[in-house]
């Protein structure tokens, strides 16, 4: 049983490009949670997706979006990128309403802007 | 592999030493502590949790302690092994759906 996929798992992007990371869930989970983690620093919570539909949004500009599809993949949108976005992108998937232990992330997308 | 923090603060143990991390929270309103194991080039792994309603819970080789008087909450790893060392990340949560994770602290342990 796949756990958590993320992909691609390095990206390189100019400033002022876009870029479109990816997340599969594990098997059985229909939730998925976008967190930010800033080189020496612990993640931050961008949103969370369920039912296709943005449940909750931390406290990230409009330049971050997210979807997520009827097989409960999501996919995190970063347009006008900035220097400040370089950092690992973290993808967590769990069932609605399990609890957090019940949360499983991926390994990550490195992005490095320049 | 991938660093996950290069300005952590450092505890370094020896190995088959008792381990102690420590972390202040900020909000009084959160219900819940999650304590997260991050190993270079991976996501956070789940290491054991606590509701604020606790102060003391045991897992396997680890226990969690939780002060609410002054929001505190600490990681105990008995018997630490080379296998543990990582970055940990104490987590809070106030609602169900977004975790705020602290800045986390790189544990080494010396063979």
């Known amino acids: 049983d796949a756990g958590v996929t993320q992909s691609p798992t390095h990206l390189i992007k100019t400033r002022g490009q876009q870029v479109t990371l990816r997340c599969s869930p594990k098997s059985g989970h229909d939730t998925v949670s976008w967190y930010q983690q800033a080189l020496g620093q612990g993640p931050q919570f961008i949103f969370q997706?369920?039912?296709?539909?943005?449940?909750q949004r931390g406290n990230f500009p409009d330049r971050f979006s997210g979807h997520q599809f009827p097989n409960y993949s999501s996919e995190l949108n970063v347009n006008a990128l900035l220097l400040g976005d370089s950092a690992l992108y973290l993808c967590?998937?769990?069932?609605?309403?399990?609890?957090?232990?019940?949360?499983?992330f991926g390994q990550g997308t490195r992005l490095t802007v320049v | 592999g991938e660093s996950v923090g290069l300005h952590l603060p450092t505890l370094s143990v020896q190995e088959g030493d008792n381990s102690i991390i420590n972390c202040a929270y900020s909000?009084?309103?959160?219900?819940?502590f999650i304590w997260y194991k991050q190993e270079s080039g991976k996501g956070p792994q789940f290491i054991i949790d606590i509701r604020s309603n606790m102060d003391k819970r045991q897992g396997q080789r680890v226990t969690v302690l939780l002060n609410k008087t002054v929001k505190h909450l600490s990681l105990q790893i008995a018997a630490t092994q080379p296998g543990d060392s990582a970055v940990y990340f104490c987590a809070e949560n106030t609602g169900r759906r977004a975790l705020t994770f602290g800045s986390g602290t790189r544990l080494q342990v010396q063979p």
């Open positions: 909000n009084s309103a959160s219900d819940y």
């Open positions: 997706y369920y039912e296709e539909e943005e449940r």
């Open positions: 967590a998937s769990s069932l609605v309403g399990a609890r957090f232990t019940e949360a499983f």
